[in-house]
C-alpha cells in the first residue's frame, strides 16, 4: 500500500541528477546532494549569506547547581559580525553533570523559558542529553515586517533576491552558528549534536541539518507543509496556504507552485533524503490533519533510496501506513505517529531519546 501510494504521486526521483543521469553508488551522492541543496535554496528556502568568520560569546549567567544539582546552566550570548556590525543572541546550555561528554540537542525554541512546555528539560537531562536552546524570535521576528529587524535587517535583507533567504533559512542559518559555538566546547559529544524543532521550527530543523552536515540528526516534529510532508496530493495546509499566510518563510520563488505542485522540480523528501546517510527523525500527531500525518510519513519513506545507496535502512515501513502509536525505529530515518493534537509532547522527546540511544 505504501509503495502504491507512492507510485500514485509520481514524485521526483532523488537519484537522478538534473542532466538526467543516475546516481549509481554512494561516491556519487555528494554531487547530488548538492544538487538537493540547490534545488531547496533557490525554489524553496532561500540561499543564506556565508557563515561569519567566527563566533565569539559571553557567559551572561551560570547556575552549577541547576535543576536539583544535577547540571550546569548557563546563558551565553553568541556575538558574530555582519555586515552591519555586531549582531547577538542568548542561547542556554544545559549539561548534564556526566561521566562522559553527553550527546546533545540543539532546540529551536518558540519561547525562551527554561523549562518550557515543549521543552522538559529534566526528563531530558535525567536521560544523559544536553540541551543548547534559542528563540527564533531574537534572530528575526516572526512576522511580516519587510526584513527590517533582527538578522534580516544586518544582512539588508529587504532588499532580497527572489532565491534569497526567508525567515525560515535565517532561524536555520543560526542554529548553525549555535552549532559553530558548540564545536568549541568540550564538555559535550560534539560528534552527536541533533537539530530539533516543531512545526514552523522543524521544518527549520530539517532544512538545518540537510545543509550542514556536522550535524548527527534533524529532528522535526509535526512539520507538515513545507517541512516532512510530501506537497503533492498533500491534505491540509497545501502550499497556497502557507505562501498566502506566512510567505516571508520562504524565497520569493516559492510562491510559483501554488496549485502547481506537479511542475516542483522536488518535492519534500528531496529535504529527508539530503540529510543521508546521517539520521532523521519525523513525528506525527494523530489529530493535525493541517501537518498532515500520512504525508508526513510518505516523506520519510520516498526518500528511502538515498539511504540505500549506503546499504542502509532509512524508514522500514511496513506494508501500510501507520496507524496511531506506531513507532518505527529500525532505520536510519525513525518515525512515530502518537495520539493527540499539534503539540510538541513529552511523549515525542521521550521517543527521540530512545531513537537517538538506539543509534548512539
Ligand atoms: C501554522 C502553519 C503551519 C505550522 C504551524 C506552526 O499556522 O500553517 O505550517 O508551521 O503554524 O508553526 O505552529
Not at 105 to 129: C, H, K, M, T, W
Not at 162 to 181: F, H, L, N, T
Amino acid at each position: 500500500m505504501v509503495q502504491a501510494r507512492l507510485e500514485e504521486l509520481n514524485l521526483p526521483d532523488i537519484l537522478t541528477f538534473n542532466d538526467g543521469n543516475r546516481v549509481e553508488n554512494k561516491d556519487m551522492w555528494p554531487r547530488r546532494r548538492a544538487e538537493i541543496i540547490q534545488l531547496l535554496g533557490s525554489q524553496v528556502y532561500g540561499f543564506s549569506p556565508p557563515p561569519p568568520p567566527d563566533v565569539y560569546w559571553n557567559i551572561e549567567s551560570r547556575d552549577d547547581m541547576a535543576f536539583a544539582n544535577k547540571a550546569v546552566h548557563s546563558v551565553v550570548s553568541l556575538k558574530f559580525e555582519t555586515p552591519k556590525g555586531e549582531f547577538s543572541f542568548p542561547v542556554h546550555l544545559i549539561i548534564p553533570k556526566t561521566t562522559v561528554p553527553p550527546p546533545l540537542f540543539l532546540n529551536i525554541a518558540f519561547r525562551q523559558n527554561i523549562p518550557d512546555i515543549y521543552l522538559p528539560v529534566e526528563e531530558i537531562i535525567d536521560q544523559g542529553f544536553a540541551i543548547a536552546s534559542f528563540c527564533y524570535q531574537d534572530i528575526v521576528p516572526d512576522c511580516d515586517d519587510g526584513f527590517v529587524s533582527g538578522l534580516a535587517d544586518m544582512y539588508g535583507a529587504k532588499n532580497r533576491k527572489p532565491d534569497e533567504w526567508g525567515k525560515i533559512s535565517m532561524w536555520a542559518w543560526a542554529a548553525q552558528r549555535v552549532m559553530d559555538y558548540l564545536q568549541k566546547l568540550d564538555d559535550i559529544d560534539k560528534k552527536r549534536i541533533a537539530v530539533v524543532g516543531h512545526s514552523r521550527l522543524g521544518k527549520t530543523a530539517l532544512w538545518c541539518a540537510a545543509q550542514d552536515q556536522r550535524f548527527f540528526m534533524g529532528i522535526s516534529n509535526n512539520s507538515g507543509c513545507s517541512g516532512a510532508a510530501i506537497s503533492r496530493g498533500k491534505k491540509g495546509e497545501r502550499i497556497k496556504d502557507i505562501v498566502n499566510r506566512f510567505g516571508y518563510w520562504f524565497c520569493e520563488n516559492y510562491s510559483q507552485y501554488i496549485d502547481n505542485e506537479a511542475s516542483m522540480p522536488f518535492d519534500q523528501h528531496f529535504l529527508i533524503a539530503a540529510i543521508a546517510p546521517r539520521f532523521v527523525y519525523v513525528s506525527s500527531a494523530a489529530e493535525d490533519e493541517w501537518a498532515d500525518p500520512e504525508s508526513e510519513f510518505l516523506g520519510c519513506a520516498a526518500a528511502y533510496d538515498a539511504y540505500k545507496l549506503f546499504g542502509l535502512n532509512g524508514l522500514i515501513p511496513g506494508e501500510k501506513v501507520p496507524g496511531t502509536g506506531d513507532i518505527l525505529h529500525q532505520g536510519r530515518i525513525g518515525y512515530h505517529l502518537r495520539t493527540g493534537s499539534h503539540y510538541l509532547s513529552r511523549y515525542d522527546w521521550n521517543q527521540f531519546i530512545q531513537y537517538f540511544r538506539r543509534w548512539m
